[in-house]
């Protein structure tokens, strides 16, 4: 059968669809049925099943007799380190964290958070947590101890597992101050803090509260997997929204086991045994899904890779893993192949390598653009496959479907809807626009399984954010079109969240943290075009009049007040001080026409303006700062 079949098929009898997908998962008790929509808008899938993802993930594997085969490979060129874990390891691995965890109290539903780089011991702790029905948050490196902090008082942790460090190419990313950091900041406090100790910086534990990762797994039986109900959440995963407060998306057992599964043959292809390498890292959804979960249920092999595109030591790193370790499938996000473009734009590092393994390079995570997919297609001689998708949905929404037929690729667009996507392009009133009309982009309802089922103690603002402006629909927050194939284009965001090296942040978090500035009276932070990393924040500041601080001070001060609160990630290095910011007649800051000046585009005088002259002056001041600048995209 082919896409247009299949797809046609989960849209006519999604139960029929979703279970026949459900049969290559282990169930402890299977589910009845597949949607659960009593209490739509608010759907589930496979709520009446018992299962556990760790079993599915590791277990059932050595119990199949492959326990030999290689379940994770850590390559880590920032600590010159490579070694490989089999199946049967990590079951003895886990099983004994997991006891380790269970002896100090932790039991199905209970949160952990895991706050650590890119080491097996990370997707360890996650299916430790799998393994006993606990929650677990996974916080990303890059993030400072402020956004630790809310995320520790938002999901309210009995237990955090943390590394001693982390190391980015130069310098020491020291996790344990950072986490002791936010505990200090944090109103709840975990029972307790396990603390993976890495050689190249031994952490101070904490008496009473901190234990070492070793130590007390020491004479712990090994945990059996606990079944848990099909709608029990397997985890937490933050996300940046349009304000500080991050959205806990919540992902469902049963649905997500399903549909990773389900993806990993039909979109990318990939059979058990082989070496699948999601080049991202678990504190993102495509580590969750891509390096954790989806290649071990499916029983690939996964890469945890620690290092960069480039500088680690240079442009042709991926290529080395990629013949080290016999990759088939690589994904990663457009900005990791700019960099190395940039590095080494004729690709000549890439002959050094036998790429013989390589069928695929999927990208996803930001916008694709043709000159960045031309050059792989050259260089790789690979299909290169765009497809697109969320936190919120865990999946793709939107891909070319390998493992069922290779539609033909169009560059610029990230594909189809994948089965159980009913994508439509809407205007402003909810209204289907034409074919390559651009439109928001909304699926839907129920969304497939696999995706979020609602936000973490936030009811009512899953309702607000998502579903409230389209009913009936999922607001995906993505602006585009679809051509007369219905091939997707995803064009911009359609709130203020902006994409920094395929990293989602929210320049409302970013305007929070500025406006706590005492010298700065209103400020607006936008996202400009960047050649390397597709967007990068800019914030603009107006300061209160008669400040005493000169501007480059408060410019200083603001860049390493976003650094020290939301932390390195948000790369926030831009800002310029104005006037005045530029305003419609209600007070609505004019942040698009801002963005439009900033890249040099065209734009259309806003008809409610309220004084035009503004704009005038935010270009002689971007200006000032070398903007608009000729990118080399
Ligand atoms: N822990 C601590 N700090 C981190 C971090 C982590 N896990 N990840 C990034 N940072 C820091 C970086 O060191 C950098 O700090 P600096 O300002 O001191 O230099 C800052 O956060 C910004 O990081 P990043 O945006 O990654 O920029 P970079 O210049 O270090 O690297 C790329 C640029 C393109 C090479 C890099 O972003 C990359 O490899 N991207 C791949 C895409 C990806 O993984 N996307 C995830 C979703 S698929
Ligand atoms: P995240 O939740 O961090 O995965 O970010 C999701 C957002 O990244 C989407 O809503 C899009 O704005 C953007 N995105 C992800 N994949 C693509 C893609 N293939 N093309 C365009 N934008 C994408």
Same mark, same amino acid.
């Given at each position: 059968m082919g896409y247009r079949e299949i797809y046609a098929q989960a849209a006519t009898d999604p139960d029929a669809f979703w279970m026949a997908a459900a049969d290559a998962i282990d169930w402890d008790r299977a589910p009845t #049925?597949?949607?659960?929509?009593?209490?739509a808008p608010l759907y589930q899938w496979f709520s009446d099943g018992m299962v556990n993802t760790c079993w599915n993930a590791v277990d059932r594997h050595v119990e199949a007799g492959h326990g030999d085969r290689i379940a994770i490979i850590h390559d880590s060129p920032v600590t010159h380190t490579k070694h490989e874990i089999t199946y049967a390891e990590l079951q003895t691995r886990v099983a004994s964290l997991a006891g380790a965890l269970a002896a100090k %109290?932790?039991? #199905? %539903?209970d949160r952990v958070i895991i706050y650590m780089p890119m080491v097996p011991e990370a997707l360890e702790a996650m299916l430790a947590c799998a393994r006993l029905g606990a929650i677990h948050s996974v916080v990303f490196g890059g993030f400072a101890a402020n956004e630790l902090a809310v995320r520790i008082d938002d999901c309210t942790p009995k237990c955090i597992i943390a590394a001693s460090c982390g190391i980015e190419p130069g310098r020491v990313v020291h996790y344990k101050p950072l986490l002791d950091g936010a505990l200090e900041l944090a109103r709840h406090q975990p029972e307790f803090c396990v603390i993976f100790q890495r050689e190249q910086e031994v952490a101070h534990l904490e008496e009473g509260r901190d234990v070492e990762w070793h130590g007390f797994q020491y004479g712990v039986d090994p945990a059996p997997c606990v079944p848990v109900e099909g709608n029990h959440p397997a985890y937490i995963l933050y996300t940046s929204g349009t304000t500080g407060q991050p959205k806990g998306v919540i992902r469902h057992t049963g649905g997500h086991l399903v549909a990773l599964n389900w993806s990993m043959r039909n979109l990318y292809d990939m059979n058990p045994g082989e070496v699948f390498w999601a080049?991202?890292?678990?504190?993102?959804v495509v580590g969750h899904s891509y390096i954790c979960y989806a290649p071990l249920v499916f029983g690939c092999t996964t890469i945890v890779f620690e290092g960069k595109p480039v500088g680690t030591p240079d442009a042709g790193t991926f290529w080395r893993v990629i013949q080290d370790h016999k990759v088939k499938c690589l994904f990663t996000a457009p900005t990791a192949f700019r960099a190395i473009k940039r590095d080494d734009p004729q690709g000549a590092l890439v002959s050094d390598y036998d790429l013989s393994s390589l069928e695929t390079l999927f990208l996803a995570g930001e916008r694709a653009d043709p000159d960045t997919i031309e050059w792989a297609q050259d260089k790789l001689g690979v299909p290169v496959i765009d497809h697109w998708w969320q936190t919120e949905t865990g999946w793709a929404i939107a891909g070319n479907p390998l493992g069922i037929e290779k539609l033909p690729v169009k560059i610029g667009s990230p594909a189809v809807p994948m089965p159980g996507y009913d994508v439509h392009i809407l205007d402003e009133g909810g209204h289907p626009v034409r074919d390559g009309e651009l439109g928001a982009i909304a699926v839907k309802l129920p969304l497939p399984p696999g995706t979020l089922p609602t936000l973490w103690n936030a009811e009512a603002r899953y309702r607000k954010s998502y579903l409230e402006h389209f009913p009936g629909y999922y607001e995906t927050g993505d602006a585009g079109y679809k051509d007369a194939d219905g091939y997707l284009y995803i064009m911009a965001r359609t709130d203020d969240v902006i994409n920094v090296a395929g990293h989602r942040l929210s320049t409302g978090a970013m305007e929070e943290v500025l406006a706590a500035h005492p010298e700065v009276a209103e400020c607006a932070v936008i996202g400009v075009s960047d050649g390397l990393k597709g967007q990068l924040p800019m914030g603009f500041l107006c300061l209160n009049s008669g400040s005493a601080m000169g501007a480059e001070e408060v410019i200083a001060d603001c860049v390493k007040l976003v650094r020290q609160k939301i932390g390195p990630v948000a790369a926030f290095k831009l800002a310029l001080v104005v006037d005045r910011l530029p305003k419609t007649r209600s007070g609505k800051i004019l942040r698009g026409t801002m963005v439009k000046i900033a890249d040099g585009e065209d734009f259309k005088m806003p008809a409610t303006i309220d004084d035009p002259a503004i704009l005038d002056e935010i270009a002689v001041a971007l200006k000032g700062i070398g903007y608009p600048k000729k990118t080399s995209r």
């Open positions: #049925k597949a949607l659960f929509d009593q209490n %109290g932790v039991t #199905k %539903g080049a991202s890292d678990v504190g993102w």
